[in-house]
């Protein structure tokens, strides 16, 4: 099952704050569905997939699909 987490309207770094603490929650494998309008999200994402070691795809400008790797 996906999780939902919709960021829309929260600006740099929230999306990225809230997306932390849902996958903390989550298990090994889990997906969450970030939903943000906000353009810097994509760069920030990245960023934090390199330094977390979860692995995100891009599904649209707005939506990202993270799973928890670890």
Same mark, same amino acid.
């Given at each position: 099952m *996906? $999780?939902?987490l919709d960021c829309r309207g929260k600006r740099c770094p +929230?999306? %990225?704050i809230e997306l932390s603490k849902k996958i903390k929650e989550s298990e090994v494998g889990q997906e *969450? +569905?970030?939903i943000s309008d906000d353009p810097a999200t $994509? $760069?920030?994402l990245n960023a934090w997939a390199r330094m977390t070691g979860n692995e995100? %795809? *891009?599904i649209s400008a707005d939506n990202f699909l993270i799973t928890k790797s670890n």
């Amino acid at each position: 099952m *996906v $999780a939902e987490l919709d960021c829309r309207g929260k600006r740099c770094p +929230l999306p %990225i704050i809230e997306l932390s603490k849902k996958i903390k929650e989550s298990e090994v494998g889990q997906e *969450v +569905l970030l939903i943000s309008d906000d353009p810097a999200t $994509a $760069a920030d994402l990245n960023a934090w997939a390199r330094m977390t070691g979860n692995e995100f %795809i *891009v599904i649209s400008a707005d939506n990202f699909l993270i799973t928890k790797s670890n």
